[in-house]
């Protein structure tokens, strides 16, 4: 089981779970792509979403170097479009990929989709098997693998969609200089 089979699988887990939430909700994904002039239908955006629920789901079936570069792809891709759209500051409020409706891309998604990026071309170069690598591992070493994957996974959503609002939050609620009544002299 290699190092990066637990980081490699949590990130395919993730992407399945941005494919289910375009396949359950594609308009914030749908208006992000038409806000950067990109073809944006309901069908299209659905079709990502399979896309990605098959990719995530054939890393866990199959693994290996064709499926972690799809990934790779993905995430590369993903990189691109939060720069684009920072870069020409357009109006998204979200991307939709993972269901949040007011998450908007930020460079803490361009950074953790570069080191998605990083890890599964680690992954094409060494592969991880099945299941992230624990087929045929023992149970003491499968338990902690799943539920580091587990945690990684939560902790990379966490951070996609929760510290972007609460940096918002932050950002609005900048208190305001506290003033003190002047003193008159005698």
């Known amino acids: 089981m290699p190092l990066h089979g637990g980081p490699a699988t949590a990130l395919m887990v993730l992407i399945m779970i941005a494919g289910a939430q375009k396949l359950i909700d594609p308009s914030s994904t749908s208006g992000a792509l038409t806000a950067a002039r990109l073809p944006g239908s309901y ?18 079936v199959v693994g290996g170097r064709m499926v972690a570069a799809v990934g790779a792809t993905f995430y590369a891709g993903f990189a691109w479009f939060v720069g684009y759209a920072l870069v020409k500051d357009l109006p998204i409020s979200s991307c939709g990929c993972l269901g949040a409706s007011e998450t908007p891309p930020t460079v803490v998604h361009v950074v953790m989709n570069l080191f998605a990026l990083a890890v599964l071309i ?16 023992e149970v003491r070493t499968v338990v ?20 972007p609002l609460v940096s918002r939050r932050a950002m609005t609620r900048i208190p305001t200089p506290i003033r003190t009544p002047e003193r008159r002299s005698g």
């Open 43 to 60: 069908t299209i955006v659905r079709a990502l979403g399979v896309a990605e629920i098959l990719a995530g789901g054939a890393f866990l």
């Open 122 to 137: 680690i992954a094409v170069i060494i592969p991880v098997g099945p299941l992230g690598g624990t087929v045929g591992q």
């Open 144 to 163: 902690p693998y799943v539920l580091f994957t587990g945690v990684t996974v939560y902790l990379l959503y966490a951070l996609l969609t929760v510290l």
